[in-house]
Nanobody
């Protein structure tokens, strides 16, 4: 059974930082591309950042220079370090794993940035 479990969300003031974690089980983690997505109320789910199995990263323009995605294959975990947070970053953040036709999502973790 595949599980992606996000943690690290919470309430933070604008300008602050949070580090999200996503622990994966039931997949061969090192072979999977991993990503973070977010969905604000009333909006579609959008890509935040991805990291390939080889470590190549990609970021949404809105988070470039502020967020950093990384992975630890030994711990089957992907991280999202979020700095200089803004109220517009408020959303539920979801972890995703992808390998060929296998595509899994976590349950999400709430991030709220107060002004």
């Amino acid at each position: 059974q595949v599980q992606l479990v996000e943690s690290g969300g919470g309430l933070v003031q604008a300008g602050g930082s949070l580090r999200l974690s996503c622990a994966a089980s039931g997949i061969i983690f090192r072979l999977n591309a991993m990503g973070w997505y977010r969905q604000a109320p009333g909006k579609q789910r959008d890509l935040v950042a991805t990291i390939s199995s080889g470590g190549n990263t990609n970021y949404a323009d809105s988070v470039k220079g502020r967020f950093t995605i990384s992975r630890d294959n030994a711990k089957n975990t992907v991280y999202l370090q979020m700095n200089s947070l803004k109220p517009d970053d408020t959303a539920v953040y979801y972890c995703r794993s992808n390998h060929y036709r296998s595509d899994y999502w976590g349950q999400g973790t709430q991030v709220t940035v107060s002004s």
